[in-house]
């Protein structure tokens, strides 16, 4: 009798034993989740989930080219595996020739932890956190305001093999934590928000008293129009217009002259100036704090993302380097079209370069201009300039000879983030900080913030 297939290298090595296909690529990822929500000062909910996706990639040769097949189902039994494995080779046979078809990556040395038991995480990652947040309950229900939110940890381990002798793991943890605190009548909202590796990092109480001040700013409310403004962007709104440009960012897109990094005439904007700051936007899968995979984990194709370059490794990147394009993201088949380097997208975003000062002292320095909390509902209107589209969400602030006066109403905005960099005139201190609007996709930033004398204010929003 045959012992039990259960740790997920196992479950690799099986499903590439069954593979009949002339290349296979097999990833399963192992998740664990923990997560507390919260209502008017008091928990509502907490959970702890586990669970097992398992992709396999059938790559066939022909006379026209290689083709490729891709099937993913979660919770899969040893006895799903073979039915599995042939739904992907039929999937590649019944398809034609894969456009981004390359070898399958090879000569990357084996992870030594391959073989061992995927991380998890438990309701003990909340151990410190939990009596901290009930102590921010307290305060708040002290202080006449109501705590809404949620915080989230999740371990996602996934172990890559491949037909061409990858052996390959990756522990990604990521955490979570938005805050919502609001006044009795509903009328005042504020939002903080932390990404966080294991919750050892965050004081809800030190949330609750930022909230507490801003909460307190909007004890005054004044109407504005529509129009432009100087603008003070926290790092959380700039760390969703950059991951969106980074999104965006296709080295083909680009040199087929369809997005806003299409240099007109033909070719690239590459070595062209998009800002007079000294920026540096930088991806680096081993940034302290910010770790993520440090190879190429793809579960389907698409854009400049190829399930054949599984594996291939990640190393840090410059997409803007002293204010100047340097690199567009770019898959193997990608860059041989192009002709520019191979650059996978990497999953984490850093914006460095900017000034030493806190985005307190950037208000203290601001004679009239607003100060916002974060953006939501973000969506393009025109990919060849990416001028995208959105609101504000819980506290646009009038700042007035250094000081905030009072709340004003929300708005929607339309703004480039390529052309907000070009007329950008300060940017603050560099910090971790959660993307509002992305943070179910893309959690690892650090950004400053930016200070913007005419964004677009291009309507009244009667949003909270």
Request: proline share 6%.
């Amino acid at each position: 009798m045959s012992a039990p297939v259960n740790k997920p290298y196992e479950i690799v090595e099986r499903a590439l034993g069954l593979s009949r296909a002339d290349g296979c690529v097999v990833i399963a990822d192992e998740e664990s989740s923990a997560n507390l929500r919260w209502a008017g000062n008091a928990l509502t909910t907490n959970g702890v989930t586990r669970g097992r996706t398992l992709t396999v990639i059938a790559t066939v040769d022909g006379a026209e080219g290689t083709a490729s097949g891709v099937v993913s189902r979660s919770a899969v039994t040893v006895d799903e595996l073979e039915p599995l494995v042939r739904a992907a080779e039929a999937a590649a046979r019944g398809a034609g020739p894969a456009e981004d078809a390359q070898p399958l990556v090879t000569g990357v040395d084996h992870s030594p932890e391959f073989t061992e038991a995927p991380a998890e995480t438990s309701s003990a990652v909340f151990a410190d956190f939990a009596p901290a947040l009930g102590e921010a309950f307290a305060r708040a229900r002290a202080g006449g305001r109501e705590l809404y939110g949620f915080a989230h940890h999740e371990l996602v381990s996934s172990y890559v093999g491949t037909s061409s002798g990858l052996r390959l793991r990756h522990d990604q943890p990521n955490g979570t934590l938005e805050l919502n605190a609001k006044s009795p009548d509903r009328t005042r909202s504020a939002w903080a928000g932390r990404s966080t590796r294991d919750f050892a990092d965050v004081d809800p109480t030190a949330l609750d008293a930022e909230l507490a001040v801003r909460l307190g700013w909007a004890g005054r409310r004044l109407e504005l129009p529509a129009g432009r403004y100087e603008t003070l962007l926290p790092p959380s709104a700039v760390a969703d217009l950059l991951i969106y440009q980074l999104w965006s960012a296709s080295g083909r897109d680009a040199a087929e002259g369809r997005t806003v990094f299409s240099r007109p005439g033909g070719g690239t904007r590459i070595g062209e100036r998009l800002t007079e700051l000294p920026l540096t936007l930088r991806s680096d899968p081993r940034e302290p704090g910010l770790e993520s995979a440090p190879f190429v984990i793809a579960h389907s194709s698409g854009g400049d993302r190829s399930v054949f370059d599984n594996g291939l490794p990640l190393e840090a990147t410059e997409w803007i380097r002293a204010g100047e394009l340097n690199r567009l993201t770019t898959s193997r088949h990608g860059a041989g079209l192009t002709g520019l380097p191979v650059t996978p997208g990497i999953d984490n975003l850093i914006l460095d370069g900017g000034g030493d000062r806190p985005l307190e002292d950037m208000v203290a320095a601001t004679e009239r201009g607003l100060l916002l909390t974060c953006l939501w509902y973000i969506r393009e209107v025109d990919p060849a300039t990416l001028l995208l589209t959105g609101l504000t969400r819980d506290g646009v602030y009038l700042v007035e000879n250094g000081e905030v006066t009072g709340e004003v109403n929300n708005f929607r905005f339309n703004e480039s983030p390529v052309d907000l960099l070009g007329r950008a005139v300060e940017a603050g201190r560099t910090e971790r900080t959660l993307p509002r609007e992305w943070s179910d996709w893309f959690t690892r930033a650090a950004m400053p913030a930016l200070r913007v004398p005419d964004f677009h204010m291009s309507s009244v929003s009667q949003g909270v």
